[in-house]
């Protein structure tokens, strides 16, 4: 079983950790260990998320960790993806359950 970070925990984090929950492989490939934001109060005053774990530039990928990257400014997500990269992190694909993916789609890591 792997563990999702999810990179940023703004209102585009949030919405992707609900989103989730509904996607292909939610409790039998992975479940949501937390976030990563450099902003470690940035789920202050929002209930009934997991917690920001660190920073995005302290973070340690652990074996069984696995990275989605919520953020909407460009230069920020590059960066953010940059450093977990570099130190070993895997990115991978949430496709929601309902989803469908032609037989001829070809998708990056980290949709």
């Known amino acids: 079983m792997k563990n999702l970070i999810i990179i940023g925990a703004g209102g585009m984090g949030r919405e992707i950790f609900?989103?989730?929950?509904?996607?292909?492989?939610?409790?039998?490939?992975?479940?949501?260990?937390?976030?990563?934001?450099?902003?470690?109060n940035a789920l202050q005053g929002f209930a009934g998320y997991p917690?920001?774990?660190?920073?995005?530039?302290?973070?340690?990928?652990e074996a069984?960790?696995?990275?989605?990257?919520?953020?909407?400014?460009?230069?920020?997500?590059?960066?953010?993806?940059?450093?977990?990269?570099?130190k070993g992190g895997e990115f991978i694909n949430l496709i929601h359950h309902e989803a469908y993916i032609g037989k001829n789609v070809k998708m990056g890591k980290g949709c």
């Open 18 to 40: 609900n989103q989730s929950m509904l996607c292909k492989g939610f409790n039998s490939e992975f479940v949501i260990k937390g976030f990563i934001d450099d902003n470690k």
């Open 51 to 61: 917690n920001v774990i660190d920073t995005i530039s302290n973070y340690i990928p």
């Open 64 to 86: 069984d960790d696995v990275f989605v990257c919520s953020m909407g400014n460009v230069l920020q997500k590059k960066r953010s993806i940059q450093i977990i990269l570099e």
